[in-house]
């Protein structure tokens, strides 16, 4: 097969002016350039499968965060799952979350476990330096939690001094902003593209948990305002009873004092 291949190279390559260069060299040459241009669609192939990899594994986590979450959750539900599915795909474990709170002007910091929330309290970020503003408008930051939020370590029982921790920010236009705090173990799995459309999926998740609590919040009240107002209406409807009577009771007191005036008259009369 090698004399043959030999035989027919020299014999296209006298056919396109290529007598100068010799059997093996032509052989070679063709070889060498048929072997770079495979390692190019090998590096290209091994490229586009580590890309579909961490696009399969973004996606089976959005799949089994939509599993995990109901349709009517609340917001501590949705931050379990988010920090459930943070290790997997972020690198690193989520430590905490600072939410806005549905329906008013406040933000809660949730200290996030193994198993879910651990404890809740309200916060009041800085307007100044790194305010959460600033962590809400970039989908990521990098660095150590006293150069990010440094004015959160008295409130996480947790070493500043060597917990290095990426930001996330998830804002939602009608409610339930959050910045999530993941501690860095490892790279994620995809850059800042390839995670957009998870984080897309946790806010709105967030967005809605938000929605919901506020819808509930809403309907109590209204609930307690018709309460209120069914008893409003029954005192007004028995003052309105007593007034009636009193009316009653006045106007026949004035009838009855007309003939009784006329009789104690008379009764005087006879009497003198």
Not at 161 to 176: A, K, N, Y
Not at 244 to 266: F, Q
Request: with cysteine; hydrophobic share 45%; proline share 5%.
């Amino acid at each position: 097969i090698t004399a043959e291949l030999h035989e027919r190279v020299t014999t296209l390559g006298r056919a396109l002016g290529l007598r100068s260069v010799s059997d093996s060299k032509v052989l070679l040459r063709a070889i060498s350039r048929a072997n770079k241009s495979l390692s190019r669609v090998n590096a290209g192939m091994r490229q586009r499968e580590q890309v579909t990899r961490k696009q399969g594994r973004i996606l089976d986590s959005i799949a089994g965060f939509h599993e995990t979450v109901p349709a009517d959750a609340a917001v501590m539900d949705v931050l379990a799952a988010i920090a459930d599915a943070a290790p997997e795909v972020l690198g690193g474990a989520a430590i905490a979350a600072i939410y806005e709170n549905a329906g008013e002007d406040g933000w809660n910091l949730v200290r996030l476990g193994e198993y879910g929330p651990r404890s809740i309290q309200p916060v009041e970020p800085p307007d100044e330096g790194m305010g959460l503003q600033l962590l809400l408008e970039e989908p990521t930051l990098k660095g150590s939690i006293t150069s990010l939020v440094p004015w959160l370590v008295p409130m996480i029982d947790l070493d500043p001094d060597d917990l290095s921790i990426v930001s996330i920010g998830l804002p939602c236009e009608r409610g339930g902003s959050t910045v999530l705090l993941i501690a860095r173990d490892e790279e994620p799995i995809g850059d800042r593209t390839e995670l957009q459309c998870l984080f897309r999926t946790w806010q709105a998740a967030l967005s809605a948990a938000a929605e919901h609590e506020f819808t509930a919040t809403v309907t109590e009240q209204l609930a307690e305002s018709n309460r209120s107002l069914v008893e409003m209406q029954r005192t007004l409807a028995r003052h309105q009873t007593l007034a009636t009577l009193g009316e009653v009771a006045a106007g026949a007191a004035h009838e009855m004092n007309n003939p009784l005036t006329v009789i104690s008259g008379r009764a005087q009369l006879l009497q003198a």
